[in-house]
């Protein structure tokens, strides 16, 4: 690190170092997978989508090496919905670079995060090919990583392929993980996460398609207490893609993402295999037309299918929610050099279930919503609120009418 920009860097990165989130690794992205529980929040289509970071910053906080951006909301009167990123890149030679990767993401759906520090070289005409190492205080569930890339965010073709070893000090190899005084967890069979992104910014339609693969995996609990001692499970995929056309001033647009994850936890003490399997996918069609260069107008249509299977000794019951929704969105400038943001959705909630689920329900229903939002540029900083007001009437006690806020920031430096 050299100058300014290095003393900068190094003390930011000292601070991140220091957060009190608990950093967990991508093996949690599944095994927290829990989509049943997501209809605990009867509105979790409208607070899914509203508390992802605004599309128009997204190519601001991608062409910079140096950015944060958070994302947060109000799901239910208990659960508050996190998602901070921080990312920066700093000279590590004369051609090699030094990135810190940081993530915390909370949602009724999972809960994970990571701190991943990497070392990146260009290599002649190969590409870039780097190291990952992700740390975590609890060293059996540290993570390496190989990594390669060719072309970058600036070019029409990006591909970006990741090699994940998950929980390298846990039984990898000859190595074992066992602490002084504690008890070992040792895999019988070890995950892996491979991972592919490949990105199109060059004429014609431009598109992204990312996937990765958590491998079947089999941990044996040691335990001195033969009540707790049990082998789990435990296998996942996610992946999403996203391809647009320009045409004039109209853009069209449609998305597809996919998350399952399966486990199974057999106890010597305990019948049943505790299986739980939880899948999530959602296509997106959108229509944008844009009104000079400050106002668009937008018709989203989300069509989203939610799957959770429970088996004893949690429960006998199967679970199956299909989200219908359609989202008129727009957004404009507004007077003292703010943004503006108008829309209104409507959500067909229909919901099949199969024995006494293990969660909170509403059943099938129409959900309704409309929003108001300010944004407001301050210096580097771009600040985003959204008022989201329910329009139909809660099963609930509710005073004067119910409301949903988020609320959004980003930073380059």
Avoid at 106 to 112: C, G, L, N, Q, V
Wanted: hydrophobic share 35%.
């Amino acid at each position: 690190m050299r100058g300014r920009q290095g003393r900068h860097a190094a003390w930011l990165l000292l601070g991140c170092l220091l957060l009190p989130a608990r950093a967990r690794a991508s093996y949690e992205e599944f095994s927290t997978l829990n989509v049943g529980a997501t209809e605990g929040d009867d509105e979790y289509m409208f607070d899914q989508e509203l508390s992802r970071s605004p599309t128009w910053w997204h190519d601001e906080y991608n062409l910079t090496s140096n950015a944060f951006r958070s994302s947060m909301g109000c799901f239910t009167a208990g659960v508050w919905h996190i998602d901070n990123n921080l990312k920066f890149t700093v000279p590590l030679g004369d051609t090699a670079r030094f990135t810190f990767d940081y993530l915390e993401y909370s949602d009724m759906e999972a809960a994970y995060g990571w701190t991943r520090l990497e070392a990146r070289f260009p290599i002649a005409s190969t590409g870039v090919w780097g190291f990952r190492y992700t740390p975590n205080f609890e060293k059996s569930r540290q993570d390496f990583a190989l990594l390669w890339e060719h072309g970058n965010v600036r070019s029409p073709l990006q591909v970006q392929g990741v090699f994940t070893l998950e929980d390298f000090f846990n039984n990898f190899w000859a190595q074992r993980q066992v602490r002084v005084g504690g008890q070992p967890e040792p895999y019988i069979r070890h995950p892996y996460e491979p991972a592919l992104s490949v990105t199109w910014r060059g004429s014609g339609p431009k598109f992204s398609v990312n996937g990765k693969w958590l491998t079947p995996s089999a941990k044996q609990f040691e335990t001195t207490d033969p009540s707790l001692r049990r082998i789990e499970k435990l296998w996942g995929a996610k992946g999403n893609a996203d391809v647009s056309q320009r045409v004039g001033r109209t853009t069209v647009e449609s998305q597809f993402e996919m998350v399952t994850a399966s486990s199974y936890a057999y106890w010597d003490q305990v019948p049943g295999d505790h299986h739980q399997f939880a899948r999530r996918w959602r296509i997106t069609g959108s229509l944008t037309q844009d009104f000079g260069e400050d106002a668009h107008v937008a018709v989203r249509y989300y069509y989203m299918d939610r799957t959770q299977v429970w088996r004893p000794p949690i429960a006998s019951a199967s679970m199956n929610v299909i989200d219908r929704c359609l989202f008129l969105d727009s957004w404009f400038k507004a007077p003292w050099d703010m943004g503006a943001r108008l829309g209104i959705m409507r959500d067909r909630v229909t919901e099949w279930q199969d024995g006494f689920i293990p969660v909170e329900s509403q059943g099938t229903r129409y959900e309704d919503r409309a929003i108001l939002s300010l944004h407001k540029m301050f210096g580097r900083v771009r600040l985003q609120g959204i008022e989201g007001i329910e329009l139909d009437k809660e099963p609930y006690q509710v005073t004067f009418h119910h409301d949903k806020g988020f609320l959004f920031m980003q930073t380059t430096f």
